[in-house]
């Protein structure tokens, strides 16, 4: 199940870390810290079409929307490599959580796609600001937003070792 948390981790990296926050808040030490509605309008607010502070291979830098869209298109592949090869030793809960989060509609739809929305929001002006809105805190009605981040704690309780799953609100680590 390690390898699961491994996924996990490689998914959602770029919001755990506090370079996407400039300073105005500490990187959440849990999945569930991102609920939280200063940190979601600090998230809402960064520009997707801005460069992260992070490079590539070719040293040029990268953009938070290729950086977030690589990072959880990596992880899930993982996720979804792992469920296959150990389908068979694994328990129906950890198949069943891990699944609906590797097809939630936010990551499906707002993260693993974002070059769509980063490209249907720039109208051709490749140098467009595009703020993250759909992690806004609007009253549920980004609820997939919420709804993701709930699995990602749901897939790290039933992952971890057995004395870790007493903690209802889990740490993230470094797999």
């Known amino acids: 199940m390690r390898e699961l948390l491994k996924a996990v981790d490689h998914t959602t990296f770029p919001f755990k870390h506090a370079s996407i926050y400039n300073g105005k808040c500490e990187a959440p030490e849990s999945p569930l810290d991102l609920l939280d509605p200063k940190r979601r309008a600090i998230l809402a607010e960064v520009d997707l079409n801005s460069a992260s502070p992070y490079s590539g291979g070719s040293f040029e830098p990268v953009k938070w929307c290729e950086l977030i869209e690589n990072a959880a298109s990596k992880g899930t592949a993982q996720g979804v490599t792992t469920l296959q090869v150990y389908a068979a030793y694994l328990p129906p809960e950890v198949m069943e959580i891990t699944s609906e989060f590797l097809n939630s509609r936010f990551l499906r739809m707002g993260v693993v796609t974002m070059h769509e929305l980063i490209l249907a929001n720039t109208y051709q002006d490749e140098n467009r600001r595009v703020p993250f809105f759909w992690v806004k805190d609007d009253k549920m009605h ?18 971890s070792p057995k004395e870790a799953q007493m903690d209802a609100h889990p740490r993230f680590a470094n797999y």
């Open 142 to 159: 980004n609820a997939d937003y919420e709804e993701f981040w709930r699995l990602v704690a749901a897939v790290m309780v039933v992952c």
